[in-house]
């Protein structure tokens, strides 16, 4: 299982991204889908969770401000970043929990990473 994720770059302060993360490979079914970020010097952090049924988890400090969202056909998940802070500065990695078949227990994929730089 492959995640390619995509959407980071740099922008100003009060600015927007997306970003996407499309997973490929041997896949039955995808469970948990999920954005995590990493600034230097830092330990990684969730940022937001979506469940196959579309709920959501975020962290306090972006809530209101991201938007997690997934389509289960294109096995994409995809966080919009509005308002953004030069504290949001971080590699952003995407996570699945994904079901190569019917009879095992998932595991959790990590996508590269990809680098959102705000500015202020």
């Known amino acids: 299982v492959q995640l390619q994720a ?3 770059g740099l922008v100003q302060a009060g600015g927007s991204l997306r970003l996407s993360c499309a997973a490929s490979g041997s896949i039955f079914h995808i ?18 969770t979506i469940t196959r049924g579309r709920d959501t988890n975020y962290a306090d ?7 997690i969202s997934r389509d289960n056909a294109k ?3 995809y966080l919009q970043m509005n308002s953004l802070k030069p504290e ?11 079901y190569s078949d019917p ?18």
Not at 61 to 67: A, L
Not at 103 to 120: A, L, P
């Open 31 to 48: 469970g948990a889908m999920g954005w995590y970020r990493q600034a230097p010097g830092k330990q990684r952090e969730l940022v937001a």
């Open 6 to 8: 995509s959407g980071g």
């Open 61 to 67: 400090s972006v809530k209101g401000r991201f938007t």
């Open 103 to 120: 009879w095992t227990v998932g595991d959790d994929y990590w996508g590269r990473g990809t680098q959102v730089t705000v500015s202020s």
């Open 75 to 77: 096995n994409t998940v």
């Open 88 to 98: 949001d500065t971080a590699v952003y990695y995407c996570k699945t929990e994904t």
